[in-house]
């Protein structure tokens, strides 16, 4: 079992950046997979970034070049860094996590059905 709390959404004004964190507690930290995903206004969530426990990472498109996952274990925590943000980044942004050996190789990293553990959310408001 693993909890997930995410922390650090804010309102920030387009261009800005901002960098989004998420404590994992419970079960050893090593055995999981992380993500990002999030869920826009009147939108499905979507995958945002993956990073495996060997800290091999994935991003989607939308994302590749202005966001940067990424996890400490000392402090069992997942970050994500947010560069360059515009309105279409404006979501409720969630941490989720699965054991790797479930999703390593399947190609399904960015898939919401990938994962079974979830945080609560949290908000990320982006205006000009």
């Known amino acids: 079992q693993v909890k997930l709390v995410e922390s650090g959404g804010a309102s920030v004004q387009t261009g800005g950046s901002l960098t989004l964190s998420c404590v994992v507690s419970?079960?050893?930290?090593?055995?999981?997979?992380l993500a990002w995903f999030r869920q826009r206004p009147s939108k499905g969530r979507e995958g945002v970034a993956h990073i495996d426990a060997d800290g091999t990472t994935i991003y989607a498109d939308s994302v590749q070049g202005r966001f940067t996952i990424s996890r400490d274990g000392h402090k069992v925590m997942a970050y994500l860094q947010m560069s360059n943000l515009t309105s279409d980044d404006t979501a409720v942004y969630y941490c989720a996590a699965e054991r790797w050996w479930l999703l390593r190789g399947q190609g399904r990293e960015l898939a919401d059905s990938s994962y079974s553990y979830w945080g609560q959310g949290t908000q990320v408001t982006v205006s000009s």
């Open positions: 419970g079960d050893h930290y090593d055995m999981f997979s």
